[in-house]
């Protein structure tokens, strides 16, 4: 089973991310304060399930004006929040685990969502038992014990580790066993074979010959076996990316604005952006291959963060380029080769208009690539 940790480079793991924010943008546009004082009854039915099943439940016999009244006193009361909430608490008569999902979901950089893997991480990992607090309580306790431990490197907001206890949730529930297709065992010895030599593999470093041999094999394979490969792939945790490059055909390939990427909304490079950057081409549209990393030339004295990531993915690297000033190796190599360019510059001042060019902003939330020219 996959470590909490190693969600956060799954792409299954952005994909329930993207979710949770989109039901998050729904239930607080749903919200705002001219919408909730005309909702109908079944609108905040429609909202409270929306929520949370369990909330719904809760909720369905009060009236919908008291509703209305007390999410109204939460949302733009004034005063303290714990005043609103004790407010709002007695206008519905319930607790304020009752109320947690609607609180996760209006404010999910604050409050954490009481799901089953949240509940069983906080009992065995930080020592926490909910059921000894109030939600208000427990969830400030679970915000201390995250802040001081490595997982927040990794989900450095609430709606970030559910998604991430979501993905460890699905991972867990895919079958474990299944009968392979392959027809005897000189198949299966193959296929073993084909697995042990895809794990060598770094999504950094891939070279055309080392992806051709294993697309070559996949392609000639009969589409339950092929079924049953990828579904070994996942099992064996195979990059996304790494994964589709044996199953499909690349589009072009993409020139990486490194130190762009790595900067663009800090005040200091952080590489891991680099590695959620390759969690995305795992699911983008287009398949790129190959791909170029180009830094500027002092990149490596100023990455202090991840250096063991930092060096075993980009140093003594023939796919990445050190080169000042960058820009103009990033335009060049894109329109000498015709490949498309991620980067969050526009370059106006070369005048890019023949090169096609993506940005990347997952500190906007972004995780997504979106074209800018």
Same mark, same amino acid.
């Not at 208000?136 to 206890?165: G, R």
């Not at 690349?250 to 200091?268: A, Q, R, W, Y």
């Given at each position: 089973m996959k470590k909490l940790k190693d969600i956060a480079y799954d792409a299954e793991y952005l994909k329930k991310l993207n979710d949770l924010k989109a039901r998050s943008k729904f239930i607080r546009n749903s919200c705002s304060r001219e919408?909730?004082?005309?909702?109908?009854?079944k609108g905040m039915r429609s909202l409270l399930k929306k929520c949370d099943e369990g909330l719904f439940e809760s909720l369905k016999l009060k009236d919908t004006l008291s509703i209305v009244i007390a999410f109204d006193e939460i949302l733009y009361g004034t005063g303290k929040f714990k005043s609103r909430l004790k407010e709002a608490l007695k206008i519905l008569d319930c607790d304020d685990w009752t109320l947690s999902p609607f609180l996760f979901y209006t404010a999910p950089r604050f409050f954490y969502l009481p799901s089953e893997g949240l509940l069983k991480y906080a009992r065995r990992r930080l020592e926490i038992n909910p059921s000894d607090y109030p939600y208000l309580q427990f969830n400030t306790l679970v915000s201390q014990k995250i802040k001081q431990s490595d997982i927040s490197d990794?989900?450095?907001?609430?709606?970030? @580790?559910?998604?991430?206890?979501?993905?460890?949730?699905? /991972?867990?529930? +895919?079958?474990?066993?299944?009968?392979?297709?392959?027809?005897?065992s000189q198949d299966i010895k193959i296929q073993a074979e084909?697995?042990?030599?895809?794990?060598?593999?770094?999504?950094?470093? @891939?070279?055309?010959?080392?992806?051709?041999?294993?697309? /070559?094999?996949? +392609?000639?394979l009969e589409p339950p076996q092929k079924d049953s490969l990828i579904d070994t792939f996942r099992a064996h945790s195979i990059h996304p990316y790494l994964r589709r490059l044996i199953t499909q055909k690349p589009k072009t390939g993409v020139v990486i604005d490194g130190s762009n990427?790595?900067?663009s909304g800090l005040i200091e490079p952080d590489p891991l952006r680099l590695k959620e950057l390759m969690n995305v081409l795992g699911i983008n549209d287009l398949l790129y291959f190959p791909l170029i990393f180009v830094f500027d030339a002092n990149a490596d004295f100023i990455v202090k963060k991840r250096r063991d990531y930092w060096e075993k993915a980009f140093l003594r690297n023939p796919s990445v380029i050190f080169h000042s000033p960058a820009d103009e190796l990033v335009l060049k190599l894109a329109y000498e080769r015709k490949y498309h360019i991620i980067s969050n510059d526009k370059y106006r001042e070369y005048n890019a208009e023949?090169?096609?060019i993506f940005q990347f902003r997952p500190d906007r939330g972004e995780f997504y690539l979106r074209k800018i020219n």
């Amino acid at each position: 089973m996959k470590k909490l940790k190693d969600i956060a480079y799954d792409a299954e793991y952005l994909k329930k991310l993207n979710d949770l924010k989109a039901r998050s943008k729904f239930i607080r546009n749903s919200c705002s304060r001219e919408k909730l004082k005309n909702i109908s009854k079944k609108g905040m039915r429609s909202l409270l399930k929306k929520c949370d099943e369990g909330l719904f439940e809760s909720l369905k016999l009060k009236d919908t004006l008291s509703i209305v009244i007390a999410f109204d006193e939460i949302l733009y009361g004034t005063g303290k929040f714990k005043s609103r909430l004790k407010e709002a608490l007695k206008i519905l008569d319930c607790d304020d685990w009752t109320l947690s999902p609607f609180l996760f979901y209006t404010a999910p950089r604050f409050f954490y969502l009481p799901s089953e893997g949240l509940l069983k991480y906080a009992r065995r990992r930080l020592e926490i038992n909910p059921s000894d607090y109030p939600y208000l309580q427990f969830n400030t306790l679970v915000s201390q014990k995250i802040k001081q431990s490595d997982i927040s490197d990794y989900f450095k907001e609430p709606i970030e @580790l559910e998604a991430a206890f979501e993905t460890l949730a699905y /991972d867990s529930s +895919s079958p474990g066993t299944k009968t392979t297709p392959f027809s005897d065992s000189q198949d299966i010895k193959i296929q073993a074979e084909i697995i042990e030599e895809v794990q060598k593999l770094n999504i950094y470093r @891939l070279k055309e010959l080392e992806i051709k041999w294993i697309r /070559d094999f996949y +392609s000639s394979l009969e589409p339950p076996q092929k079924d049953s490969l990828i579904d070994t792939f996942r099992a064996h945790s195979i990059h996304p990316y790494l994964r589709r490059l044996i199953t499909q055909k690349p589009k072009t390939g993409v020139v990486i604005d490194g130190s762009n990427i790595m900067f663009s909304g800090l005040i200091e490079p952080d590489p891991l952006r680099l590695k959620e950057l390759m969690n995305v081409l795992g699911i983008n549209d287009l398949l790129y291959f190959p791909l170029i990393f180009v830094f500027d030339a002092n990149a490596d004295f100023i990455v202090k963060k991840r250096r063991d990531y930092w060096e075993k993915a980009f140093l003594r690297n023939p796919s990445v380029i050190f080169h000042s000033p960058a820009d103009e190796l990033v335009l060049k190599l894109a329109y000498e080769r015709k490949y498309h360019i991620i980067s969050n510059d526009k370059y106006r001042e070369y005048n890019a208009e023949d090169v096609k060019i993506f940005q990347f902003r997952p500190d906007r939330g972004e995780f997504y690539l979106r074209k800018i020219n």
